[in-house]
């Protein structure tokens, strides 16, 4: 009689652990289920990652377009005639700057963005502008003043750039460029 109980509670451990045993098989195929499906869901992560990527990197090119074409004619309502307009204007390793526009004894160096906001503003204004003379020598007989150029520029961060003596360019109903620096506006000379 004890040998039967002891092999019934034998089989029953026996059976247990082939359970458990099943168990452990089948989260693992699980598991390594989970692993190739979340393969899957990161390299796609990646595409669109990749996808996004490129599509600012366009509309970034979109909105250089659209000022660099229109800044000698929104000027000339300011009474201010560019003769020379130039693009992505780099001295390697050190800076690059959207659009410089030379006026007489005055250099307009506009930063270009897709959406303005109050830290580009700042860092346009305390970093990269300061470094324009030093980047750009020949420059240094001129009066140096800034301006953003943003395809959406809410009206605070509009003001905000104004007050820090930038001009402020963004795109028209139209398509075109327009300046939303109230008249009276005066520059601020940077460097």
């Given at each position: 009689?004890?040998?039967?109980?002891?092999e019934s509670r034998m089989?029953?451990?026996?059976?247990?652990?082939?359970?458990?045993?099943?168990?452990?098989?089948?989260?693992?195929?699980?598991?390594?289920?989970?692993?190739?499906?979340?393969?899957?869901?990161?390299?796609?992560?990646?595409?669109?990652?990749?996808?996004?990527g490129e599509l600012g990197?366009?509309?970034?090119?979109?909105?250089?377009?659209?000022?660099?074409?229109?800044?000698?004619?929104?000027?000339?309502?300011?009474?201010?005639?560019?003769?020379?307009?130039?693009?992505?204007?780099?001295?390697?390793?050190?800076?690059?700057?959207?659009?410089?526009?030379?006026?007489?004894e005055q250099v307009l160096?506009?930063?270009?963005?897709?959406?303005?906001?109050?830290?580009?503003?700042?860092?346009?204004?305390?970093?990269?502008?300061?470094?324009?003379?030093?980047?750009?020598?020949?420059?240094?007989?001129?009066?140096?003043?800034?301006?953003?150029?943003?395809?959406?520029?809410?009206?605070?961060?509009?003001?905000?750039?104004?007050?820090?003596?930038?001009?402020?360019?963004?795109?028209?109903?139209?398509?075109?460029?327009?300046?939303?620096?109230?008249?009276?506006?005066?520059?601020?000379?940077?460097?």
């Amino acid at each position: 009689m004890e040998t039967q109980k002891t092999e019934s509670r034998m089989d029953r451990i026996e059976s247990g652990m082939e359970e458990f045993l099943r168990g452990i098989k089948a989260l693992k195929e699980s598991q390594q289920k989970t692993d190739e499906q979340l393969d899957r869901t990161i390299k796609k992560l990646d595409d669109i990652g990749r996808q996004l990527g490129e599509l600012g990197l366009v509309q970034g090119e979109v909105a250089e377009d659209l000022f660099y074409r229109n800044v000698k004619s929104v000027f000339t309502k300011r009474k201010m005639t560019f003769r020379n307009v130039r693009r992505n204007l780099k001295k390697k390793g050190m800076a690059e700057y959207d659009i410089v526009a030379v006026d007489g004894e005055q250099v307009l160096v506009i930063e270009v963005k897709n959406r303005l906001d109050k830290r580009m503003v700042d860092r346009f204004v305390e970093q990269k502008l300061p470094k324009f003379m030093e980047a750009f020598p020949e420059y240094r007989s001129y009066r140096v003043i800034g301006g953003m150029g943003a395809l959406v520029v809410k009206d605070d961060v509009g003001r905000y750039a104004e007050k820090s003596g930038l001009y402020v360019l963004t795109q028209t109903d139209e398509g075109g460029a327009a300046i939303l620096n109230r008249e009276g506006f005066k520059a601020r000379e940077f460097g």
